[in-house]
């Protein structure tokens, strides 16, 4: 029989799906004010951050620059998606939403919880099995069309299937 998931599959699939929840605030922010959904910049000192936090926990600077690269690809999917569902709609959902310098922090705040996950996950990613287990778990946290395509984005290189 096929081997279970590791224990620590689920707690890093939940703080990527955490991080990816925090796209929708920010496309609404972007929608408020106009601002691009890039921001180099910032994407530069986030995965600055990520290469500084690695070192902290064992982990190859490299492969949480990856890991984080992919999360903000992720992140950008569902703005763009959504951008585009309310330009389409001339109007974005009226709910309250903080400033885009209040959401910031919080993506830093889950960062070195997300890399001690992949790091305990580290283990795990060449086992043949890995996709199998990715696929089964993924499935719980699909939302919509939109979420499921960036989740699939977000962990499209957790798994290593060749080398
Ligand atoms: O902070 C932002 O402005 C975001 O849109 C979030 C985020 C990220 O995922 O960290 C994504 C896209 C930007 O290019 C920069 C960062």
Redesign the pocket.
């Known amino acids: 029989a096929a081997s279970p998931a590791p224990d620590a599959l689920q707690p890093l699939l939940a703080t990527i799906n955490e991080?990816l929840s925090f796209?929708d605030q920010?496309a609404l922010t972007?929608w408020d004010s106009g601002k691009p959904?890039?921001?180099?910049a910032?994407?530069a000192q986030?995965i600055a951050n990520a290469r500084k936090q690695a070192a902290q926990q064992k982990l190859d600077p490299e492969q949480a620059a990856d890991l984080i690269a992919a999360?903000?690809e992720a992140?950008?999917l569902v703005?763009y998606g959504l951008l585009a569902i309310w330009q389409a709609a001339h109007k974005a959902p009226d709910v309250p939403r903080p400033d885009?310098n209040q959401?910031?922090p919080k993506?830093d705040a889950l960062q070195a919880r997300l890399l001690q996950q992949y790091a305990d996950f580290t283990p795990y990613r060449v086992d043949p099995e890995c996709p199998n287990w990715l696929a089964e778990q993924r499935a719980s946290l699909i939302k919509d069309a939109l979420h499921g395509q960036a989740l699939i984005r977000a962990t499209g290189e957790l798994c290593v299937t060749d080398q």
């Not at 959904?37 to 180099?40: A, G, K, M, N, R």
């Open positions: 991080r796209a920010v972007k959904i890039q921001d180099t910032r994407e986030v999360q903000i992140n950008k703005q885009l959401i910031r993506l």
